[in-house]
């Protein structure tokens, strides 16, 4: 099935230490999103892709970068990450003007040690 | 002023009861409205849209009022099954019209 999916499901890091999640979609979707959700709160835009166009969100700190090399991947890296940093990380595709929606991966739940 | 603000909850019903959430939004501009349904450490997923004629799914039915900026979730009939965290989202506005703004989200208990 098209789908999205995130790669890995459970991530523990060392605070400090570099990470990257990954993402990937078969839907062939112009845009993909990657939100963060810490608990109890809602899912949070950190940035997006629309196709090559890479678009920040104001209050997104600067530790998060992310990168999409093709229509099928979109990578997060954490550059130094903090024990703030803690959460369950979403991807999201879309197509404007599609009626298939939105669609969400099944997130990453990244602990900071 | 929060871009999407949701009923804080926690609801506890019991099995067979009907709950309403209520869910506002502060941008006049958006586009777009939809019912998430999370369930616990899982991803959301899409539990209907909301349109100006109101609709209806099952034991679900949603309204919006755009003039008030109002979105409802009413269910009706609960089950244990409906036990989950329900997001009101919102999109358009602000100059996209296609990210998705969450509301924090209500949690609903559904008690045998």
């Known amino acids: 099935d098209a789908m999205v999916i995130q790669n890995p499901r459970y991530q523990v890091t060392q605070f400090g230490k570099p990470v990257t999640l990954s993402c990937s979609q078969t839907?062939?979707?112009?845009?993909m999103y990657w939100y963060q959700q810490k608990s109890s709160q809602a899912p949070k835009l950190l940035f997006h892709?629309?196709?090559?166009?890479?678009?920040n969100e104001a209050d997104t700190p600067d530790n998060f970068q992310s990168r999409r090399p093709n229509t099928s991947f979109c990578f997060l890296d954490i550059r130094s990450p903090g024990l703030g940093d803690a959460a369950m990380y979403l991807c999201?595709?879309?197509?404007?003007?599609?009626?298939?929606?939105?669609?969400f991966g099944s997130g990453t739940r990244l602990t900071v040690v | 002023r929060k871009e999407v603000e949701q009923d804080p909850g926690p609801f506890n019903v019991p099995e067979g009861a009907t709950v309403a959430f209520n869910c506002t939004y502060s941008?006049?501009?958006?586009?777009?409205f939809f019912w998430y349904r999370q369930d616990c450490r899982k991803e959301p997923k899409l539990l209907m849209s909301?349109?100006?004629s109101g609709n209806e799914d099952g034991r679900f039915t949603a309204q919006l009022n755009r003039a008030s900026q109002y979105i409802s979730l009413l269910i009706r009939d609960s089950k244990l099954s409906d036990s989950a965290t329900y997001l009101c989202?919102?999109?358009?506005?602000?100059?996209?019209?296609?990210?998705?703004?969450f509301g924090k989200g209500t949690l609903l208990t559904v008690n045998p």
């Open positions: 999201a595709t879309s197509s404007p003007g599609r009626m298939d929606g939105y669609t």
């Open positions: 839907l062939n979707h112009n845009v």
């Open positions: 892709y629309y196709d090559k166009d890479f678009n």
């Open positions: 941008n006049s501009a958006s586009q777009s």
């Open positions: 909301v349109y100006s």
């Open positions: 989202v919102v999109i358009g506005g602000g100059g996209s019209n296609y990210k998705l703004t």
